[in-house]
């Protein structure tokens, strides 16, 4: 079975902190993603990777960076924590498109929920 | 741009009922629409795929249907239980491997 395992499960920050969200994968996919999601507005994309140490800014991307050292491991970095970056922090992982039997499924992390207080 | 539209109000039925829900979209004909179950607190997990010229496709006791004219797919749970109660997710496939996600609707199968 595909496993993503988020590093956290509840996080709680201050203001200004430097915030790290870890994300690994065991299935060998190329492609990592970051979303967010909030009541009412759903699963936003923040950033995507397709490669080590290839990004794509995603719908919401200001306020974060990434990080993709390893195939396996996508990082999500709130530089400066605010309070509205409160939310659940979900990560997923899926094979390259064009991939015959995955047509892009995405298999998530149980999520983060990050609290900045 | 394409937006994919799902009922936000919460869709409650009898158990045994069939639950039907539906996502739109606008636009063009996406190459495949994919269907996710979400639980409370949990990360949403792949269910089911359909492509732009299947009709229909079945799993167990969830069917999903794509009509390209009526720009909609529908997903049903026969036999409904209240382990069914959930969020449910349409997406489909944009550039570069990215989904967009639907905002979801809520099950919820009362006894």
């Known amino acids: 079975d595909v496993k993503v395992t988020q590093s956290s499960r509840y996080l709680v920050k201050r203001t200004g902190e430097k915030v790290f969200l870890e994300c690994v994968q065991d299935?060998?996919?190329?492609?990592m993603f970051w979303y967010r999601q909030d009541p009412g507005l759903g699963l936003r994309l923040i950033y995507f990777?397709?490669?080590?140490?290839?990004?794509e800014k995603g719908d919401i991307p200001e306020g974060y960076s990434v990080s993709r050292e390893k195939k396996e491991r996508f990082s999500l970095i709130l530089e400066s924590a605010s309070t509205n970056q409160t939310s659940m922090y979900l990560c997923?992982?899926?094979?390259?498109?064009?991939?015959?039997?995955?047509?892009?499924?995405?298999?998530f992390g149980a999520g983060t929920r990050l609290s900045v207080l | 741009s394409q937006k994919i539209e799902q009922n936000s109000e919460a869709l409650n039925i009898q158990e045994g009922k069939t639950a039907t829900l539906t996502c739109n979209y606008t636009?063009?004909?996406?190459?495949?629409l994919q269907w996710y179950r979400q639980d409370p607190g949990r990360g949403p997990v792949f269910l089911l795929l359909?492509?732009?010229?299947?009709k229909e496709k079945r799993k167990e006791r969830l069917k999903v249907t794509f009509d390209t004219t009526l720009k909609q797919s529908l997903f049903h749970i026969t036999a409904s239980q209240p382990a069914d109660s959930a969020t449910y997710l349409c997406?489909?496939?944009?550039?570069?491997?990215?989904?967009?996600f639907g905002t979801g609707t809520r099950l919820q199968v009362t006894l």
């Open positions: 636009n063009y004909s996406p190459a495949y």
């Open positions: 997406a489909y496939t944009g550039t570069a491997s990215k989904l967009t």
């Open positions: 997923a992982s899926s094979f390259l498109s064009g991939h015959l039997i995955a047509k892009n499924i995405q298999y």
């Open positions: 990777s397709y490669d080590v140490k290839m990004k």
């Open positions: 299935m060998d996919h190329e492609n």
């Open positions: 359909i492509r732009e010229n299947e």
